[in-house]
């Protein structure tokens, strides 16, 4: 069973940096898709980015240039380093994957089977 942990998140201000873990294991496939979700208090849950196992990565458009999803190369976690933060950006952060080959990156929740239990961020104006 594949298993999810998030971890990273907090409170800063505008402008502030946070970087997100997603410890992953219980996995055995080659090929995976994974990314991170937000959902802000009153809407839905939408996809930030998302990172396939041959290193391809994908971002919304909100958090293009400020955002990068990252994979250790060596270790089962995932990233994802935010700059510029706004207090937009305020969610409770989600880590996801699925299994096996995915021919395009998309970033829509029905994709995928597997979910950690979130990490919440806060940023301050």
């Known amino acids: 069973q594949v298993q999810l942990m998030e971890s990273g998140g907090g409170s800063v201000q505008t402008g502030g940096s946070l970087k997100l873990s997603c410890v992953f294991s219980?996995?055995?496939?080659?090929?995976?898709?994974m990314a991170w979700f937000r959902q802000a208090p009153g809407k839905e849950r939408e996809g930030v980015a998302g990172f396939r196992s041959n290193g391809a990565t994908a971002y919304a458009d909100s958090v293009k240039d400020r955002f990068t999803i990252s994979k250790d190369k060596y270790k089962n976690i995932l990233y994802l380093q935010m700059n510029s933060l706004r207090p937009e950006d305020t969610a409770m952060y989600y880590c996801?994957?699925?299994?096996?080959?995915?021919?395009?990156?998309?970033?829509?929740?029905?994709?995928?089977?597997?979910w950690g239990q979130g990490t919440q961020v806060t940023v301050s104006s």
């Open positions: 219980g996995y055995s496939e080659k090929n995976y898709y």
């Open positions: 996801a994957a699925r299994m096996g080959w995915v021919n395009h990156l998309l970033l829509g929740e029905g994709l995928f089977a597997y």
